[in-house]
């Protein structure tokens, strides 16, 4: 089996070398750019399986570059973007970015993404999942409710009954915040009282090591600071 090809895009050098060197010792195939402009022509000129992207570059931008990358090609795209740029991960998402890493990285956080994305990529078989009756899709994470299971970028993933129910209850409503009574009413079908709200968030917690890559820095399952839980809304 050939191995992936990933197109690493950065202006600056020594990061381009640096994560060439460790994707490399994973046994892809790397190809770099240092700039927009060159990322395009690399990606017309050569197959490429996944993209790492930064998004402040000259000539032309990361996010300017996925744009046109969107127009033709759903191959993974994951930004490269430093903690300051909030508004630059929200932006690279709603973009059509499939993921995206905080500067300065966890090496084995970004090998691990980067599996997890062509993981998903060749699962799917090079396109988006599309929602079924039986299946509840957001992103990389799919529930299953034949088989009450979830599938976490191509991988299942065992969950039990009560865990199964709080992800059923937040995938049903992306983006709708849930106070920890209103979960527990409806999951566990009792009145809640002042103590429900520890026993949500253990299993919340459960529920993010199974799903999550880094369940500290959770993608899927967020927490509403004052006010609850809500699943956050992907493509």
Known sequence: MDAETILVVDDNREIVYSLGKLLEYEGYHVLKAYDGMEALDVLQAHHVDLILLDVMMPRLNGLSALMKIRETNKIPVIILSAKTEESDKVSGLIMGADDYISKPYNTAELVARVKAQLRRYHTWGGSAPKQEADKLVNGGLVLDKTRCIAIVDGTEVRLTATEYRILLLLMEHPGQV?????????????????????????????????????????????????IGYKMEKYS
């Open 178 to 226: 849930f106070p920890a009574e209103q979960i527990y009413e409806r999951v566990w079908n009792e009145l809640a009282d002042y103590t429900v709200e520890n026993t949500v968030m253990v299993h919340i917690r459960h529920i993010r090591e199974k799903t999550e890559i880094d369940p500290r820095n959770p993608k899927y399952v967020k927490v509403v600071w004052g």
